[in-house]
């Protein structure tokens, strides 16, 4: 698989996970065959102001690459900026978070907030390809509600905005973390755009994984 210009050797993929995906923990991962491995979220808002610990989770060594870092935001011009700074530091691609459910999250605009309102997701996603020097990927999910999709929509915006791949979480934002991922939905994304797509949710195998691998990329 190839984004953009980044070479990624296999079709296991680490995904984000706050307070999980570190760099011992992505470390580990990559000497066990991860193939692209992906940081924690990190706030533009965060980054640009340097605010709290925001800065610690930009850590990252030769060993680990390919490595994308995940950032979150709502403000275009902040997204901008931090895009650019993570592009300078060591980011092989830069990933743009629009599936997390989370209430501090959701509550500012960010993450799966951004499914509510596509236009501000394709600025969003514009200004971070204006501001990177690496790839820019999209996290997203397959909508807010059950059976309100805006997968495919999005996956097409963020494809036209310069988005060089995108990551499908098979579960809605209202759903979190519940139920079963649908990876059917997974596959609409895929026949949507010409760009790569990495399907998200109920990997927990390495069957899991093979059931996909020839197909979207997978990951946990």
Known sequence: ??????????????????????????????????????????????????????????????????????????????????????????????DINMGCPVRKVVSGGSGAALLKDLTAAAAIIRAVVEGSKVPVTVKIRTGWNAEDYVDAELARAAEGAGAAAVTVHGRYARQMFAGRADWSRIAVVKDAVSIPVIGNGDVVTAADANVWSARPAATS
């Open 1 to 94: 698989m190839k984004i953009g210009s980044v070479d990624i050797p296999g079709f296991a993929v680490l995904a984000p996970l706050a307070g999980i995906s570190d760099l011992p923990f992505r470390l580990l991962c990559k000497e066990q065959g991860a193939a692209l491995v992906f940081t924690e979220m990190i706030s533009a808002e965060g980054l640009i102001r340097k605010q709290g610990g925001t800065e610690n989770l930009t850590e990252t060594c030769a060993e680990e690459k390919p490595v994308a870092f995940q950032l979150f935001g709502r403000n275009p011009v902040s997204m901008r900026e931090a895009a650019h700074r993570l592009s300078e530091i060591g980011a092989d691609i830069i």
